[in-house]
T-cell receptor, first 114, second 119 residues
Framework: NAGVMQNPRHLVRRRGQEARLRCSPM?????VYWYRQLPEEGLKFMVYLQKENIIDESGMPKERFSAEFPKEGPSILRIQQVVRGDSAAYFC????????????FGPGTRLLVL | AQSVTQPDIHITVSEGASLELRCNYS??????LFWYVQSPGQGLQLLLK??????LVQGIKGFEAEFKRSQSSFNLRKPSVHWSDAAEYFCAVGAPVGYSGGGADGLTFGKGTHLIIQP
């Protein structure tokens, strides 16, 4: 049973470009969460999605960030017009049922903005 | 608002010695409690969790944690550490089922404790 998959594992972008991060949840999991980890910091919740629905985006920056989890395919975290402050590790987690069940984390995408 | 405090940023322990990592939380109810471990450049692996019941929970890799409601704590322990235990450890809380006290739906993490193992 494959775990949570994220790609790419590393992503380099120049300021002003777009970053697309993909997350495939564990088989049978329909709940996805995105977190951001800044250097020397813990993880900060960004957004919680179920298939085709954003349930809670209270941790998402108001501008330039968006997320989706379509009926088919992976969840996507999209960052438009990246800035240096967006450099971080972005982790995806999934859970099987209710959002308070145990969350299983992917390996993360390390985004570096030059 | 919920918060998690891990007061020790770094801890150094000799191989074979016992370990305790501290975690305190602030929450409007008894939350779900988790400990995760992260090796350099890797994702997070769940060590153990507490939802309800027995306040002493056993996890993987020989770790255990004890929930103490009166102290709002969930400290992680291991009787004898191995060099492979060197990593970053994160305590996290989540809202229990039916909680209506507000806050985000995701987990709230502490800033982590970096564990160094001395030979």
């Amino acid at each position: 049973n494959a775990g949570v998959m994220q790609n790419p594992r590393h992503l380099v972008r120049r300021r002003g470009q777009e970053a697309r991060l993909r997350c495939s949840p564990m088989k049978g999991h329909s709940h996805v969460y995105w977190y951001r980890q800044l250097p020397e910091e813990g993880l900060k919740f960004m957004v919680y999605l179920q298939k085709e629905n954003i349930i809670d985006e209270s941790g998402m920056p108001k501008e330039r960030f968006s997320a989706e989890f379509p009926k088919e395919g992976p969840s996507i975290l999209r960052i438009q017009q990246v800035v240096r402050g967006d450099s971080a590790a972005y982790f995806c987690a999934s859970s099987p049922r209710k959002y308070q069940e145990t969350q299983y984390f992917g390996p993360g995408t390390r985004l570096l903005v030059l | 608002a919920q918060s998690v405090t891990q007061p020790d940023i770094h801890i150094t322990v000799s191989e074979g010695a016992s370990l305790e990592l501290r975690c305190n939380y602030s929450y409007g109810a008894t939350p779900y409690l988790f400990w995760y471990v992260q090796s350099p450049g890797q994702g997070l692996q769940l060590l153990l969790k507490y939802f309800s019941g027995d306040t002493l929970v056993q996890g993987i890799k020989g770790f255990e944690a004890e929930f103490k409601r009166s102290q709002s704590s969930f400290n992680l322990r291991k009787p004898s550490v191995h060099w492979s235990d060197a990593a970053e450890y994160f305590c996290a809380v989540g809202a229990p089922v039916g909680y209506s006290g507000g806050g985000a739906d995701g987990l709230t993490f502490g800033k982590g404790t970096h564990l160094i193992i001395q030979p």
